[in-house]
């Protein structure tokens, strides 16, 4: 679905939240050959019982890739992303775990560069099936200003 919107019809504090979605095993193992991390944590399940969270953990650029995808239900015609800030991994995420993300327009400011365009900032927070907060990043958006009639 496209819907264009436009820097000044960002309204701060406005929120949205995407549907759930649930990590498997399958992700895990298909993120490790796709990066080339096999590191333990997300691998060996014997192991990991022997470790501080006691089971395997999901990849945290997993779980960011996937917030990200679950955000992208609505392409944008005249916002590009211009980056992430500020990603931290909170809580870790394990197989079988629903994660949904919520997004808060944090800010709003110009563009330094460019006249036409401003910078909008999402706070993209994503949320276990507890509601517990496992990852947060800072999405920039680059939008277009709405040319005055």
């Not at 999402?122 to 496992?134: A, S, T, Y």
């Amino acid at each position: 679905m496209m819907e264009a919107r436009y820097f000044e019809e960002y309204e701060l504090g406005s929120m949205r939240t995407t549907m759930g979605r649930t990590i498997t095993e399958t992700d895990i193992v298909v993120h490790a050959g796709q990066t080339g991390d096999f590191y333990p944590h997300h691998m060996d399940a014997e192991w990991c019982q022997t470790q501080e969270f006691g089971q395997r953990i999901a990849h945290g650029t997993l779980i960011f890739s996937i917030g990200v995808g679950m955000t992208a239900g609505i392409v944008n015609p005249v916002a590009f992303s211009y980056g992430y800030d500020h990603l931290r991994f909170i809580q870790p995420v394990y197989i079988g775990d629903t994660i949904h993300v919520r997004v808060i327009i944090k800010d709003k400011r110009p563009h330094p560069k460019r006249e036409g365009y401003g910078i909008v900032v999402e706070q993209c927070e994503i949320l276990n099936q507890k509601e517990n907060l496992v990852l947060v990043c800072d999405h920039l958006l680059m939008v277009e200003k709405q040319v005055p009639l």
